[in-house]
């Protein structure tokens, strides 16, 4: 048995089936897709190569911008709104001294429900006339709102449902790194006469600086490929004021059979996550040290 184990053949048998896979649903697709999107093809007849017409056709269309603008609206709204949110709620929970299990296994059930049923939950709730928010605003004196027709609040309301979907996922990562600093730190600031705030903000938050980086680092690349919340509530819509790439390449690339452009959307998608998540890497991660306790 021990010299089976210290046999490299034995471990590269076990590894073969895995790296076929990854090498035929993942390397293989990223190659055709990078070719394809040099050339002109619907899917049907031969591809023709017909060099950076696709990628001009991108930068020139207008639509194609405003759905990168609201893909840097998602990053945003994830960094500045969702992650304070993260980081208050998961600290709010770890001083919970009864029923904690609760009150992780309640934020985090969004995450591994179906995005599908998220939309459809939520579209109920921004419903015009029977939904809960506009209840709420005509018992209060105001107006209904058109959540996801107005132009003026459908991306707004994706995000919410977006936040909501993802923040406990996120919150139980946070909580565990909380969870893991050693309660003597906190015991001797308590000691010093430090106040909640002041552990909260001097001690905890600097303590888990590297994994809330990591959850900057992930909400980056989600708002990135963000696309099924949006298809199930707006598709879009209204006047694709809630597009992003991934919905655009859905549109104008596989919707019309123009699958060379759609690949250099993706290819594009690929390359501005690969930049902002190096961009992020370089400028701000690799500031925050590692932590010992």
């Known amino acids: 048995m021990n010299k089976t184990l210290r046999n490299p053949w034995t471990y590269i048998l076990f590894l073969l089936p895995l790296l076929l896979l990854y090498l035929l649903f993942f390397i293989y697709p990223m190659i055709s897709a990078f070719t394809t999107g040099f050339m002109k093809w619907n899917g049907l007849t031969e591809a023709k190569f017909n060099g950076l017409t696709n990628f001009k056709h991108a930068f020139g269309d207008v639509l194609f911008w405003d759905s990168v603008l609201n893909n840097g609206k998602f990053i945003l709204f994830s960094v500045f709104v969702q992650v304070p949110v993260i980081i208050f709620f998961s600290l709010l929970i770890s001083n919970v001294k009864k029923l904690k299990g609760l009150y992780k296994t309640a934020v985090f059930v969004p995450s591994v429900m179906s995005t599908a049923v998220i939309g459809i939950l939520w579209s109920f709730i921004y419903e015009p006339d029977i939904g809960l928010f506009n209840q709420i605003l005509t ?106 790439m991934a919905t655009y390449l859905i549109k104008y690339g596989i919707t ?25 890497q370089f400028l701000i991660a690799r500031r925050v040290e590692r932590v010992e306790y």
Not at 256 to 273: D, P, Q, R
Request: hydrophobic share 55%.
């Open 256 to 280: 019309n059979a123009k699958y060379g452009y759609g690949n250099s959307i993706g290819v594009l998608i690929f390359m501005f996550s690969l930049i902002l998540t190096a961009l992020y």
């Open 139 to 244: 018992k209060l004196g105001f107006q209904p709102v058109m959540w996801l027709s107005d132009t003026s609040w459908a991306m707004f309301s994706i995000l919410i449902t977006n936040a909501w979907q993802w923040t406990g996922f996120y919150v139980v990562m946070v909580l565990a790194a909380i969870l893991s600093i050693p309660r003597e730190i906190d015991e001797a600031a308590i000691v010093d006469g430090a106040s909640a705030w002041t552990r909260a903000t001097r001690i905890t938050v600097p303590l888990i600086m590297p994994i809330i980086s990591v959850v900057i680092m992930l909400s980056i690349s989600g708002a990135m490929k963000a696309a099924d919340i949006i298809i199930v509530m707006t598709d879009g819509g209204p006047g694709g004021v809630t597009d992003v």
